[in-house]
């Protein structure tokens, strides 16, 4: 099993920056890819929307068009742990995060997986105000 844990939401500025963590811990060593997918307020979980992955072994990248620049994702293996910088946030980024890994998928195919991911962590919010 592997536990996923995010950090690093919280309320900010149109404009502004910031940069979420997400933590695995657990059976790591098995994961191809880790992403992050993010639900609007008030939006089911089926409408939770694809935001960027990366795989594990050589730190290929894939995006949602929609975010891709503005959004970067990287990953430091040695702490087990992905990052996502968010850059020119826009109210239209105000969401909860959420941190998901599989073991085969690779970065685009996470794009589509959003019931097929092994993994998943409780998400953090990221509010944006005007």
């Known amino acids: 099993q592997v536990q996923l844990v995010e950090s690093g939401g919280g309320m900010v500025q149109a404009g502004d920056s910031l940069r979420l963590a997400c933590a695995a811990s657990g059976r790591t060593s098995n994961l191809y890819s880790m992403g992050w997918f993010r639900q609007a307020p008030e939006k089911a979980r089926e409408d939770r929307e694809f935001?960027?992955?990366?795989?594990?072994?050589?730190?290929?990248?894939y995006y949602e068009d929609s975010v891709k620049d503005r959004f970067t994702i990287y990953k430091d293996n040695a702490k087990n742990t992905v990052y996502l910088q968010i850059d020119m946030l826009e109210l239209e980024d105000t969401a909860v995060y959420y941190c998901?890994?599989?073991?085969?998928?690779?970065?685009?195919?996470?794009?589509?997986?959003?019931?097929?991911?092994?993994?998943w962590g409780k998400g953090t919010l990221v509010t944006v105000s005007s």
């Open positions: 935001v960027a992955a990366i795989a594990l072994s050589d730190g290929s990248t």
């Open positions: 998901t890994a599989d073991d085969y998928l690779r970065p685009r195919e996470v794009s589509g997986a959003l019931n097929g991911m092994d993994y």
